[in-house]
């Protein structure tokens, strides 16, 4: 009874044009099924300012959910959250802007968002600005202060870089906090924490310490960063086969970048599935057995653009020919058996995919562990197989030069046979990519 007079109290201040009213009214009514009452209420809130009403707005424009699908006018609803200081709206412009998607490509526009976000004490654009700096080659004290004023604010992915830094010989935290740290990483999920905390069995946690201060934020650290990610310099690679033409590249990416992509993929990791050509529903992939998920722009970070773009780089392209960041966690037993990447027409002659975007002719990885057996990156009918070390990359080519599918380009992940496996990938293809 109680909640009842609680939504009908809520109703009145939202009929009446309290914009947090029709905000929590919007919540309430869209879980109740009522969807254009939800939209109304939500449309209301955001055009009286309400900032968490815009960013959700712009959220539902980009994905198409409850409201038609109107990317340009989501980037700019997110620019009126982002410039009232809105963190989690300056963090998703500065991944729009980065993309192009939904407005022009400017990527010093999108680091200075970051820089923003990181100025105002934003926690996640702390720790980002500081796994940024390290990509472009910079790791120094402002990376540590970065990450110690994003922890310290209850950052558990900072916290669990400093920690292993700390197991590495960097001694910027106590064995003491490292644990503690260690422990809430493990209660909030962190994927790599339950390993590591058997370093501190014989260590008495500390308590944690207060906030430290924001560091100074130069200005010339704009200009350090304002070369697109995919134009730096990266390591040489290696041609390890002809066909399908195998390249391997040690060192794409540094330890503490792998780290970021398995500890932000790790919350949406689900079960392999595939779309039903017949029904249109998912269903269990049959060939590959692992957990996987995909950052869509929504779950993007700059630090994951940007590493997705060196991987397009990687490839010989820029990076709106990649497909969406994706992750591939495999416990012992799971593989992905022999498959073509690329794309084939359906019984029909058609593929929608292909029209659209073209052909995939290569596939990156990224591999972000290691410590584990068996799980191989194997090309059957060639007879190669390779296990790259933590962050390195191997590039593979799936078709032949006239377009059509390189046999030779059969591949799967052989069985992991102990220890976890986790991979990022990323799909190329022949026109700028459209999703």
Request: hydrophobic fraction near 45%; glycine fraction near 8%.
């Amino acid at each position: 009874m109680a909640e009842s007079v609680d939504i009908n109290q809520l109703a009145v201040a939202a009929n009446a044009g309290d914009a947090d009213a029709q905000y929590k009214m919007a919540a309430y009514l869209s879980g109740e099924g009522q969807k254009d009452a939800a939209i109304k209420m939500l449309k209301a809130a955001a055009t009286a300012g309400h900032l968490d009403a815009r960013f959700t707005l712009a959220n539902f424009m980009l994905s198409g959910h409850m409201v038609d699908r109107d990317v340009n006018h989501a980037v700019q609803v997110l620019a009126q959250a982002a410039a009232k200081g809105h963190e989690a709206a300056t963090r998703l412009l500065a991944v729009l802007k980065a993309m192009g998607h939904g407005c022009e490509a400017d990527w010093p526009a999108a680091v200075a968002l970051l820089v923003s976000g990181a100025r105002q004490g934003h926690i996640l654009a702390l720790a980002e600005l500081a796994l940024l700096r390290e990509l472009y080659g910079f790791n120094d004290d402002l990376n540590t202060a970065l990450l110690l004023a994003a922890a310290t604010r209850g950052n558990i992915i900072a916290a669990m870089q400093l920690v292993s830094r700390h197991l590495k010989g960097d001694r910027t935290i106590e064995a003491g906090l490292a644990k503690q740290w260690t422990q809430q990483g493990r209660q909030l999920g962190h994927p790599l924490a339950g390993n590591l905390l058997p370093a501190f069995e014989a260590v008495e946690a500390a308590p944690l310490p207060d906030p430290t201060a924001l560091p100074d934020i130069p200005e010339d650290l704009l200009s350090d960063l304002a070369t697109a990610p995919e134009s730096l310099a990266r390591p040489q690679a290696r041609v390890e086969l002809d066909r399908p033409h195998v390249e391997t590249i040690e060192g794409l990416i540094s330890h503490a970048l792998c780290e970021h992509i398995i500890a932000a993929s790790a919350p949406s990791l689900a079960p392999a599935r595939v779309v039903d050509p017949k029904s249109g529903e998912l269903r269990a992939d049959p060939y590959r057995h692992s957990y996987n998920m995909t950052f869509w722009p929504a779950d993007l970070d700059l630090v994951l653009y940007a590493i997705g773009a060196r991987m397009c780089a990687a490839a010989g392209v820029t990076p709106d020919h990649g497909e969406m960041l994706s992750v591939l966690y495999y416990q012992p037993g799971m593989y992905y058996g022999p498959h073509y990447d690329c794309l084939v027409p359906g019984a029909d002659g058609q593929n929608a995919e292909l029209e659209r975007s073209g052909q995939r002719p290569k596939t990156v990885l990224i591999y972000l562990n290691d410590g584990y057996e068996g799980g191989s990156t194997s090309f059957v009918r060639a007879g190669f197989a390779h296990k790259g070390g933590i962050g390195d990359a191997i590039v593979f080519q799936n078709v032949l030069a006239d377009g059509e599918i390189d046999e030779q380009s059969l591949h799967e992940s052989t069985p992991v046979t102990g220890g976890v496996k986790w991979i990022a990938s990323k799909w190329i293809r022949e026109k700028s990519y459209q999703f």
